[in-house]
C-alpha cells in the first residue's frame, strides 16, 4: 500500500499530510486531523453523516479517498463557529431541536449550511428534495426542517 | 409537588428550555465512543458466520495472529475456555432449559453475522485484513428461516438442547374468555402478521476497553444504553473483579443497544486483557443490520366476542414469535404486551397465548416499545373489523370500548393500574380537528376522479416506567431478583452556586439532559443556565445504579426524573437550614431563589448561595449541629404506587408499568393503484403524556416514534431469503425513509396528569410507534375498500399493496363468474 502527500487547507488552516493510498477522506478527517465532528453513520454514502465541503461542494466525505483532496479547501462542522458564537444554522438546530441523539446532525447541518448558501427562502419541499441524502432515525425529520426554515430567516435578516 | 395545571404555573416546566445537548452536537463537540483516542490503543475487528446454521468443525486463527501488526486473536476453544457463559436473565423468563450463551459462537452459528472470532491489531485496518487469514471449517446445516415450518416436528433444530424449535410456551387467561364468546352476539376472528424490522441507531455498536492488571480493573467506554446489563455481562462472563463502565453520547439506541451489544463489550475487554493495550471496536453498517438486533416477526390468531353494539366482551390472542437465533431475549415480545393488554379498552375478558419459535435469524431484542406496535395493530384491526362486521362507525366502537376518565385509577384484567386519561377527549378532538365528516366528502369527490384516497385512526396507550418483576408472570420460578424500578441521582450545588447533576441514565438522544435540569430548576429556584449534567452522562465510578433507562421502558420520566427531584428538594430544604444559620434568621423568613438567600419580607437579599455553598464546605463553624455538612444530595427514587400486583400472583396478574400515556392517530392517505405507492396526505396525533416538562422535546420524541411506525408500515424492514441470508444490509434495502418519504406530523396535546409521578408527567418516547403502524394500515383498507381489499398484514409497501389488489381482483372475479 503506497503513501501519498497531501496538501489540503481545512477550516482555513493549511496541512499536510501522508496517507496511504486507500484512506477515506472521512477517516483522514477524523483519525489524522483529529476532527471527529464528521460521523461514519455506513461508509457506503447513504447516510450523510459524514457530510462536508470540498471546494464549497457538499460531500459525502465516505466517498472520496483522502487522495482526491489534494490541494482543496475543506471545510468541516468545526469551522462554521466565527468568533465562538454558532453559525445561524447551528443556532436554529439548537432552538428549534433539530436533532435528538446528535450523531446525524453536524452532517444534517453542513447539508443545511450548503443549501441556504444557494437558497435563503427554501420552500418545505425544497428542504425535504434537498436534505434527501442525510438520514436520521430519531427525528422523524419535522424538527430538522423547522430548523432549516428558522435558519433560513435568520440568514435572510442578517442580509437585510 | 405536583400542582393543577391552571392553578399555579410552573416556572421552568412547561417551557421550551433551551436545549443543553444540541450546542455540542451542532458543533461537532459529541462525545461518541469511536471520538476517543488514547496512547497505544489498538483496534479489533470480528469475524462473523457466513452461513444461517452450520456447525463449527474448527477455527484455525495461527495466520493471522502472524499477520503483520496482529497483536492478539480470539477463537471459539477460547471463548469456552476463558469465560462463562451470560445468565439467562428476566427477557429468557420462561425457558424450561438453561443454555450456555457465550459471547461468540462456540460450537455453531446460528445467524448469519454472529461472531466466530476476532482480532486485535494496531490498527482497524490491519484488524480487518487478518480477518481474512482466519481459517473456520463449517459444516453448513439445514437453516430454519419460516417460524411455521421451524414448529413442524421434522424441522431441524436450532438450538438441539430444547428438543425442539419452540423454546417458551405459555397461555395466561385473565378473566373468563371461553364464557365470553359464548355470551357474545358475533365472534369476530382475524389473522395478522407484523414483519421484522428495527431502528437502526445511525451510530453502530462501539466499545473501548482497557484493563488494569495491578488493580484488576476493567474499564468500558461504550454506547450501550443499559449500564448494568454491561456490568452484569462483564462479571458473569469475565469474572472480573472491579469493573468500570462509562457511557458517553449514544447515537440512537431504540433499546437496540441493551441487550446483544455485551456480547461485544465482553469480546473487546476480552481482547484488551488479553493484548495488554486499550482497544476500540466500532461496528459497521452492515454487521449492525445483519446481528444488531431485530424486532420480533409476530403472527397472530385472534378471536373476540362481540356485543351487537360493538362491545369487546371477551379476546383471545395468540402469538408466534420469530425470536431469531438466541434465547436470551425469547420472551420479551410476549411479556411486554402484558403492560399493554387491554390497551384503552374496558374488556374484562383476555387471554394471551404465545410461543417462541428459534429460527435462523438475527436474535430479536427490545426495539422501539417492544411487541406493543404489533399488539395495537391487531387490537385496532380488530377494532375496525369489528365495526365493519357490525355496521357501525369505528369510532363509535372506540367510544363504547373505552375505559371512562371516572373509572381511573383503573385496575385492567392483567393487573395493571392505569393512572389517569380521558380518552374519549382524545377521540372528540381527533374527530374534531382531523375532520372526518369533511374528509369522508374528499374522499367520494376523489373516487369519482379515480383516486383512492383512506381515512385511518389507531388508538393506544404507551405504558412508562417498567416494573422489572412483570416478566416473571411466566416464570416456573416467582421468585424475583428485581422488582418495580429504583433510581437515584446526585445534586450538588457547586462553591459558586451553580448546580451539577450526576445522572444514573445515559442520553441516546431523549434530552436527558435538558429534561433533568429543568426539574432541578423548578425545584431549586434558578435558572437552567445555571445547572449542568456531570459528563460522561453515566459513569459508575459517580452515577448511581438503578433502572438505567435510555428509552427503556420510558424509565427516564419516572425513575429518574423522580430522583432529580427528590434530591434537589433535600438539597432545597439543607439550603434553607444552613442559611438560616448563616444569616442568623428564621427559616421561615428567608427564601432561596435565582442563586441568592432573600428575606421574605421585606425582600432583600441576604447572602448569595455561592457564598453559603462555599462556606457548607469549608467553614464547619457555621454548620448547625446534627447538620451534615456540605450541600449535595443523593436521592433513590422508588415507584409510590406498587400494589396490588408489583408481584405476580398465581394468575400472573401483575402491573406490567407504572404510568400510562395515550394517543389517537389520525391518518390520510392516499393509494396510486397503478404502482402500490402509498402516500401519507395528513397525519394528527392527538396526545396525553401528563404533565408536559419540555414541549418541543416531548414533540421531537413523537415526531420521530411516529414517522418510525409509518416507515415501517409502509414497507421498512429486514428481508430473509429462503435460506437464511439476510437481504437488507444497507440503509437503502432496508427502506430506511428520506425526507422525502416522511410525512409531516401535526401533534395536539390533551394532557390528563398522572396522578403517581411527582408532575404528573407520563412516558413521552416510543409512545408514537406504538399505534402508527396500525393507523396506516386502517387507512390503506380504507382506500381500497372499493376493492373489497382488508389488510392484515405488515408491511404494506407497494409490492405487497400491489398483491392485495390482484388478491381483492380475482376474489372479485370469482365471486362474479
Known amino acids: 500500500m503506497s503513501d501519498h502527500k497531501i496538501v489540503v487547507t481545512v477550516n482555513g488552516r493549511r496541512q499536510e499530510a501522508w496517507v496511504e493510498a486507500r484512506t477515506l477522506l472521512v477517516t483522514f478527517v477524523r483519525e489524522t486531523l483529529e476532527l471527529t465532528g464528521t460521523h461514519i453513520g455506513c461508509v457506503i454514502g447513504e447516510c450523510g453523516a459524514c457530510s462536508l465541503l470540498v471546494n464549497g461542494e457538499l460531500v459525502k466525505s465516505c466517498l472520496m479517498l483522502a487522495m482526491q483532496a489534494d490541494g482543496a479547501e475543506i471545510t468541516t462542522i468545526e469551522g462554521l463557529e466565527r468568533d465562538a458564537k454558532l453559525h445561524p444554522v447551528q443556532e436554529a438546530f439548537v432552538r428549534e431541536l433539530g436533532g435528538q441523539c446528535g450523531f446525524c446532525t453536524p452532517g444534517m447541518v453542513m447539508a443545511s449550511v450548503y443549501l441556504l448558501r444557494q437558497d ?41 | 409537588m405536583k400542582k393543577q395545571p391552571g392553578t399555579e404555573a410552573y416556572r421552568f416546566l412547561g417551557q421550551d428550555v433551551r436545549s443543553k445537548e444540541l450546542p455540542r452536537h451542532v458543533s461537532g463537540r459529541g462525545r461518541f465512543v469511536d471520538d476517543n483516542q488514547t496512547r497505544g490503543m489498538a483496534f479489533a475487528a470480528i469475524l462473523r458466520s457466513p452461513y444461517p446454521h452450520a456447525r463449527i468443525r474448527s477455527v484455525d486463527a495461527s495466520r493471522a495472529a ?266 420479551i415480545h410476549f411479556t411486554n404486551k402484558l403492560s399493554a393488554l387491554v390497551n384503552t379498552y374496558r374488556v374484562k375478558n383476555v387471554a394471551l397465548e404465545g410461543k417462541s419459535v428459534v429460527t435462523n435469524k438475527c436474535p430479536v431484542v427490545p426495539n422501539r416499545a417492544i411487541g406493543k406496535p404489533a399488539l395495537i395493530f391487531v387490537w385496532e384491526r380488530m377494532i375496525d373489523r369489528i365495526a365493519e362486521k357490525l355496521g357501525l362507525d369505528p369510532l363509535a366502537v372506540r367510544s363504547i370500548n373505552c375505559i371512562r376518565k371516572e373509572e381511573f385509577p383503573y385496575l385492567t384484567p392483567s393487573g395493571n393500574m392505569y393512572d389517569s386519561g380521558d380518552y374519549q377527549r382524545l377521540l372528540d378532538t381527533a374527530a374534531k380537528e382531523f375532520g372526518f365528516a369533511q374528509l369522508r366528502k374528499m374522499q367520494t369527490e376523489a373516487l369519482q376522479a379515480g383516486r383512492y384516497l383512506g381515512i385511518g385512526l389507531a388508538m393506544a396507550i404507551e405504558p412508562g416506567g417498567r416494573n422489572a418483576a412483570r416478566d416473571m408472570s411466566i416464570a416456573k420460578e416467582r421468585a424475583v431478583g428485581a422488582a418495580g424500578g429504583i433510581n437515584g441521582a446526585t445534586v450538588r450545588i457547586e462553591r459558586d452556586g451553580t448546580v451539577t447533576i450526576v445522572l444514573s441514565t445515559p442520553n441516546a438522544g431523549q434530552a436527558h439532559e435538558t429534561t433533568a435540569c429543568q426539574v432541578a430548576a423548578e425545584v431549586l429556584d434558578i435558572s437552567p443556565e445555571f445547572i449542568r449534567i456531570a459528563g ?23 425513575y429518574d426524573l423522580g430522583a432529580v427531584q427528590g434530591a434537589c428538594q433535600k438539597l432545597r430544604e439543607k439550603l434553607l437550614t444552613l442559611s438560616s444559620a448563616i444569616v442568623g434568621r428564621p427559616a421561615e423568613s428567608i427564601l432561596v431563589k435565582d442563586g441568592t438567600v432573600w428575606s421574605r419580607e421585606p425582600r432583600e437579599a441576604l447572602i448569595s448561595v455561592g457564598e453559603v455553598a462555599k462556606l457548607s464546605y469549608s467553614n464547619q463553624t457555621v454548620v448547625p449541629d446534627g447538620l451534615e455538612p456540605g450541600l449535595q444530595a443523593t436521592f433513590f427514587y422508588r415507584f409510590p404506587h406498587d400494589v396490588p400486583f408489583i408481584l405476580p400472583d398465581e394468575n400472573g396478574r401483575v402491573q406490567g408499568q407504572f404510568t400510562f400515556a395515550a394517543g389517537v392517530h389520525s391518518a390520510f ?108 394500515a386502517s387507512a390503506v383498507e380504507n382506500a381500497l375498500k372499493p376493492f373489497g381489499v382488508s389488510v392484515h398484514e405488515l408491511p404494506l409497501g407497494p409490492e405487497a399493496v400491489l398483491m392485495l389488489l390482484d388478491k381483492a381482483r380475482q376474489k372479485g372475479a370469482a365471486s362474479v363468474s
Open chain 1, 120 to 160: 435563503n427562502n427554501p420552500s418545505e419541499e425544497t428542504i425535504r428534495r434537498r436534505l434527501s441524502g442525510n438520514l436520521c432515525m430519531c427525528t422523524g425529520y419535522v424538527q430538522i426542517v423547522k430548523s432549516v426554515q428558522a435558519a433560513a430567516e435568520m440568514l435572510r435578516e442578517q442580509d437585510q
Open chain 2, 66 to 331: 502472524a499477520a503483520p501488526g496482529v497483536l492478539a486473536v480470539l477463537t471459539p476453544d477460547e471463548i469456552r475456555r476463558s469465560t462463562q457463559p451470560f445468565k439467562m436473565g428476566r427477557y429468557a423468563a420462561g425457558l424450561p432449559v438453561q443454555i450456555s450463551e457465550y459471547a461468540m459462537a462456540v460450537d455453531k452459528v446460528r445467524y448469519v453475522g454472529e461472531p466466530v472470532a476476532a482480532v486485535v491489531a494496531i490498527d482497524a485496518m490491519k484488524a480487518e485484513d487478518a480477518l481474512e487469514l482466519i481459517d473456520v471449517d463449517y459444516e453448513p446445516l439445514d437453516s430454519v428461516v419460516d417460524p411455521l415450518e421451524a414448529m413442524r416436528p421434522n424441522s431441524a433444530l436450532v438450538f438441539d438442547e430444547c428438543g425442539s424449535n419452540v423454546v417458551v410456551n405459555r397461555a395466561l387467561m385473565f378473566g373468563d374468555v371461553d364464557a365470553a364468546l359464548r355470551e357474545a352476539d358475533v365472534i369476530v376472528r382475524g389473522d395478522y402478521r407484523v414483519h421484522r424490522y428495527s431502528s437502526t441507531a445511525l451510530e453502530p455498536f462501539a466499545c473501548m476497553a482497557s484493563f488494569d492488571p495491578t488493580a484488576g480493573e476493567l474499564t468500558v467506554l461504550c454506547n450501550a444504553q443499559i449500564p448494568e446489563v454491561i456490568h452484569d455481562g462483564l462479571k458473569e462472563t469475565l469474572g472480573i473483579a472491579a469493573i468500570r463502565v462509562i457511557i458517553a453520547d449514544i447515537g440512537g439506541a431504540f433499546g437496540q443497544k441493551i441487550h446483544l451489544i455485551r456480547k461485544y463489550v465482553v469480546i473487546t475487554g476480552l481482547l484488551a486483557r488479553k493484548c495488554g493495550r486499550p482497544v476500540k471496536w466500532v461496528e459497521d453498517r452492515a454487521e449492525h443490520m445483519m446481528a444488531g438486533g431485530h424486532s420480533c416477526g409476530q403472527i397472530f390468531k385472534v378471536e373476540a366476542g362481540v356485543r351487537k353494539d360493538g362491545t369487546v366482551l371477551g379476546i383471545r390472542i395468540a402469538e408466534i414469535d420469530d425470536v431469531g437465533g438466541a434465547v436470551s431475549t425469547a420472551s
Open chain 2, 536 to 558: 460522561p452522562v453515566f459513569d459508575s465510578a459517580v452515577s448511581a445504579w438503578g433502572v438505567a433507562s435510555a428509552n427503556s421502558g420510558q424509565n427516564f420520566h419516572l
Open chain 2, 669 to 776: 392517505v392516499e393509494v396510486d393503484i397503478e404502482t402500490g405507492h402509498v402516500k401519507v396526505l395528513r397525519y394528527l396525533i392527538v396526545s396525553d403524556c401528563g404533565t408536559i416538562i419540555n414541549p418541543k422535546v416531548v414533540d421531537g420524541m413523537m415526531y420521530g416514534a411516529a414517522a418510525h411506525g409509518i416507515s415501517a408500515a409502509l414497507g421498512e424492514g429486514h428481508v430473509y431469503d429462503a435460506s437464511g441470508q439476510l437481504m437488507t444490509t444497507t440503509f437503502t434495502a432496508y427502506g430506511k425513509p428520506t425526507t422525502q418519504d416522511s410525512p409531516h406530523i401535526e401533534i395536539i396535546h390533551e394532557p390528563c396528569p398522572s396522578p403517581f409521578s411527582v408532575f404528573g408527567q407520563k412516558a413521552a418516547g416510543d409512545g408514537a410507534a406504538i399505534p402508527a403502524p396500525a393507523a396506516i
